[in-house]
């Protein structure tokens, strides 16, 4: 009866359009009163989810994103693309793919990605005959492969969830299957161009090549200081996010010089509003994950689906369906804190590594952001190229498939995800 209504409430709640932390709050709260626990131990629970040392490297990581993102180092990283890969036939949205592939290193959001890469790209897409909605779904299918790209604060938060598992790992395990879904994106966009005849990219005069590599590599290098850090061993998570924030200020601010030193008060407001959400949907997540150990609901889900067959794979093929169903409906973080405590247990009784079961997680929560209903890196996109939802939907159905065949492919070849962990991180 407990879990009904722990679970029950939450959903209503959900359905009701209350916020995603208050209503874990709120079920949280009813279930433990009808228990007749104590509110101070949830309310302890709570506080106790947020005291991890390994969580004090999101606010960086939210800090080093809004930094680079209001410092002009999107059009940079569309300019180094373009050099690279712009001349080919539907180059302009390839550019975009392999944009956002870049500034995924550096932000670790789709949201931030669609809104900064796609808000120059998708303007300039419509200019060059690509239909809008093909602009937009170019756009956040890109932006929703970034989430992959180390660094990661969502990874981040899988690893409290999931117990510690190594930050280093997860940010190495995700960089092969992010360069993946790429690659395959942009196969998806030079096909679709070859059969729609979009036009190639114009070249960049030869005089200007140096001076946009130099201030591209000069952004990316903030992505190679924190997971370099990281896997070498000369910097925890933390340490890396924080010297990773102090290069992207210096950069920003004293080599680009596209903004003002003014601006660094909108910055931190904007990273604070944003962690202030982080963190209280981590202490919500807490007090409703405790309440589902207390009441041994993973115990139960981890009985039902092994009783449903024993066959490893129809097992795996369900639990991604599970996630991908979901990730439609809510939002990737608190998805995250939710379910890694429900079906971790049932990849690693499958023989799934942590590492492998997160990335795939992360996967599938990713090809949420970019689905209806609540889809947040869809509806910035349509937002930004002014294109209706369905429309932009239709046009999303051939990188879809394509998300799709890489999400079975690094499910069923878990060394995708594990070969650089073990060879760099062991």
Request: positive net charge; contains cysteine; glycine residues 10%.
């Amino acid at each position: 009866m407990e879990v009904f209504l722990l679970l029950g409430s939450f959903v209503l709640f959900v359905m009701l359009r209350v916020p995603i932390a208050l209503a874990l709050v709120t079920a949280s709260i009813i279930t433990a009163l009808s228990l007749g626990l104590p509110l101070a131990s949830l309310f302890q629970r709570m506080v106790s989810g947020l005291n991890s040392f390994s969580l004090i490297a999101i606010p960086f990581f939210i800090l080093a994103g809004e930094i680079m993102n209001q410092g002009g180092i999107s059009t940079r990283l569309i300019q180094l693309s373009n050099i690279i890969i712009g001349k080919i036939r539907g180059g302009l949205a390839m550019v975009n793919v392999m944009a956002s592939t870049f500034f995924g290193g550096i932000s670790g959001s789709a949201v931030a990605d669609v809104s900064s890469v796609g808000s120059v790209l998708i303007p300039m897409m419509k200019k060059k005959k690509y239909e809008s909605d093909y602009a937009v779904a170019v756009t956040v299918s890109s932006a929703a492969q970034g989430v992959m790209i180390p660094p990661s604060h969502n990874m981040i938060i899988y690893s409290a969830a999931a117990g510690g598992v190594s930050i280093g790992s997860l940010f190495l395990g995700g960089l092969l299957p992010g360069l993946l879904l790429g690659a395959a994106l942009m196969v998806t966009t030079y096909l679709l161009a070859v059969k729609r005849g979009y036009p190639k990219g114009e070249p960049i005069p030869r005089k200007e090549v140096p001076r946009i590599v130099r201030e591209g590599l000069l952004g990316l290098f903030t992505a190679v200081i924190i997971i370099g850090g990281i896997v070498s061993g000369i910097f925890t998570a933390t340490e890396s996010a924080a010297i990773g924030v102090l290069y992207a200020f210096v950069i920003t601010f004293f080599v680009y010089r596209d903004i003002p030193l003014s601006r660094m008060g909108s910055i931190l407001n904007n990273t604070f509003k944003t962690l202030a959400m982080v963190m209280f949907l981590i202490a919500a997540s807490s007090g409703f994950g405790w309440l589902l150990a207390f009441l041994q609901v993973p115990a139960m889900v981890t009985e039902a689906l092994l009783s449903i067959s024993s066959n490893e794979i129809l097992l795996l093929l369900l639990i991604n369906l599970i996630l991908l169903v979901l990730g439609t409906f809510m939002d990737m973080a608190p998805l995250i804190l939710i379910m890694t405590p429900i079906l971790l247990p049932v990849a690693t009784q499958l023989g799934m590594d942590p590492v492998h079961f997160g990335v795939v997680m992360i996967l599938n929560l990713s090809i949420g952001l970019i689905t209806p209903p609540v889809g947040s890196a869809l509806f910035v996109g349509c937002a930004v190229g002014k294109v209706p939802i369905e429309k932009a939907t239709r046009s999303l159905m051939p990188f879809y498939v394509t998300m799709g065949a890489v999400l079975l492919l690094i499910t069923f070849v878990p060394e995708i995800v594990l070969w650089l962990p073990k060879l760099l991180a062991p």
